[in-house]
């Protein structure tokens, strides 16, 4: 099921069973309520609590969700029950088997009375791959309907903080938007809380539209898990956190000539900080020279610091081949791929010694 097809049924009235799944949790909490208060709309007034069930299967014990299951309506014509375990990815095979049985049990039975919601956070199941979806997801989805929350793609989250801003009355101009997709982490949890911070400083200051200096002042910055992760990655040779951090930019469907590009950026940024370092600017200097924050200047100077201009010239030197790989006509993420596990393991850097106190 898409998250449009999903809309579509809360409007007409939700009915079966339902697995959330993916790695935007704010998404999924967003669409629980949702299917709660379609589900309780005709609910008396008082009785929403005996009509709602939330279980969170901290023991692996799924015998309370079977019970529930059996249970009946509270003076109201339907019910839901809310499955949110903190992680699966610990259960034992057995565990993971008798909640299977469950679900299947509640789907043969196909109660009308009764929805059903296994909400599980990100990184708490192993969904397997696009081409290969593992046992847990192909089951689970036999028995719900099974919907995706990916990270969501910048033209969306763009949109989403520009919602948000109007709903507080407020506008903003576009580089503001910009600035916010740049310097907060991307996931939508963390954006929530920056835009009740950034809205509240505007309107207590009188403000009627969202600024750019707004954003700097206001927000909180946050280390991006995507080209800036991907880089220090790469160039401390640790081939599973970069793997890691390229397949976040394939989860959020980012074009792949997109990503060696702004990893290509990184680099170039950490070489040039790299030399001006060693050339005696500080960090506001190069902050002021390359346009760039301060907070930001601070983090580059550090890692340039770490890596040295050799790593960083080899790194670039070696993504040139990805990038005429990529360009001359190899799809996906095969070159990144193949850049990253050419790496030479435990390459990673050592930390200058501390000075002597």
């Given at each position: 099921?898409?998250e449009?097809?999903?809309?579509a049924?809360?409007?007409s009235g939700?009915?079966?069973?339902?697995?959330?799944?993916?790695?935007?949790?704010?998404?999924k909490?967003y669409?629980l309520?949702?299917?709660r208060r379609?589900v309780?709309?005709?609910c008396?007034?008082?009785?929403?609590d005996?009509?709602?069930?939330?279980?969170?299967?901290?023991?692996?014990d799924?015998?309370?969700?079977a019970?529930s299951?059996?249970s009946?309506?509270?003076m109201?014509?339907?019910?839901?029950?809310?499955?949110?375990?903190p992680?699966?990815a610990?259960?034992t095979?057995k565990?993971r088997?008798?909640?299977l049985?469950?679900?299947?049990a509640?789907?043969?039975?196909?109660?009308?009375?009764?929805?059903l919601?296994?909400?599980?956070?990100r990184g708490g199941?192993d969904?397997?791959t696009p081409?290969?979806?593992s046992?847990f997801?192909r089951e689970?989805?036999e028995?719900?309907?099974?919907v995706?929350f990916?990270l969501?793609?910048g033209?969306?989250?763009?949109?989403?903080?520009?919602?948000?801003?109007?709903d507080?009355?407020?506008?903003?101009?576009?580089?503001?938007v910009?600035?916010?997709l740049?310097?907060?982490?991307p996931?939508?949890?963390?954006l929530s809380?920056?835009?009740?911070?950034?809205t509240?400083?505007v309107?207590?200051?009188?403000?009627?539209?969202?600024?750019?200096?707004?954003?700097?002042r206001?927000?909180s910055p946050?280390?991006r898990e995507?080209a800036?992760?991907?880089?220090?990655?790469?160039l401390?040779g640790?081939?599973r956190?970069?793997?890691?951090?390229l397949d976040l930019c394939r989860?959020?469907r980012?074009d792949p000539?997109?990503?060696?590009?702004?990893?290509?950026?990184?680099?170039?940024?950490?070489?040039t900080?790299?030399?001006?370092?060693?050339?005696?600017?500080?960090k506001?200097?190069?902050?002021?020279?390359?346009?760039?924050?301060?907070y930001k200047?601070?983090?580059?100077l550090?890692?340039a610091a770490d890596?040295?201009?050799?790593?960083?010239?080899g790194?670039?030197?070696?993504?040139l081949?990805?990038?005429?790989?990529?360009?001359?006509?190899?799809s996906?993420?095969?070159?990144?791929?193949?850049?990253?596990?050419?790496l030479?393991v435990g390459?990673?850097f050592r930390?200058?010694?501390?000075?002597?106190?």
């Open positions: 099921m898409t449009a097809e999903l809309r049924a809360i409007k939700p009915a079966g069973g339902y697995f959330f799944w993916g790695d935007e949790d704010y998404l909490r669409y309520g949702a299917l379609a309780l709309a005709d008396p007034p008082g009785m929403e005996f009509n709602r069930t939330v279980l969170t299967l901290e023991d692996a799924v015998s309370a969700l019970a299951i059996r009946l309506p509270v109201a014509p339907r019910r839901i029950i809310e499955v949110l375990p992680t699966l610990d259960w095979e565990e088997r008798a909640l049985d469950v679900l299947a509640f789907s043969a039975e196909g109660a009308e009375d009764t929805v919601v296994l909400s599980v956070p199941f969904p397997g081409k290969k979806p046992a997801l689970a989805g028995s719900l309907s099974a995706e990916p969501q793609t033209a969306r989250l763009r949109r989403w903080i520009e919602r948000h801003i109007a507080e009355g407020l506008s903003a101009a576009d580089d503001a910009a600035a916010m740049e310097r907060c982490a996931d939508m949890d963390t809380g920056e835009l009740e911070k950034l509240a400083y309107k207590s200051h009188g403000g009627t539209a969202v600024r750019r200096e707004d954003v700097e206001a927000t946050g280390m995507d800036f992760a991907l880089a220090n990655a790469v401390a640790d081939r956190s970069a793997l890691a951090a989860k959020r980012e000539i997109a990503v060696l590009g702004a990893l290509s950026r990184v680099l170039s940024d950490l070489l900080v790299a030399v001006m370092a060693e050339g005696g600017c500080g506001a200097e190069i902050a002021q020279t390359l346009r760039m924050h301060e200047a601070s983090l580059y550090r890692a890596f040295g201009t050799a790593r960083l010239n790194a670039l030197t070696r993504l081949e990805a990038d005429r790989l990529t360009k001359s006509g190899q996906g993420y095969l070159p990144l791929e193949r850049f990253i596990c050419t030479p390459a990673g930390r200058r010694p501390e000075a002597p106190s």
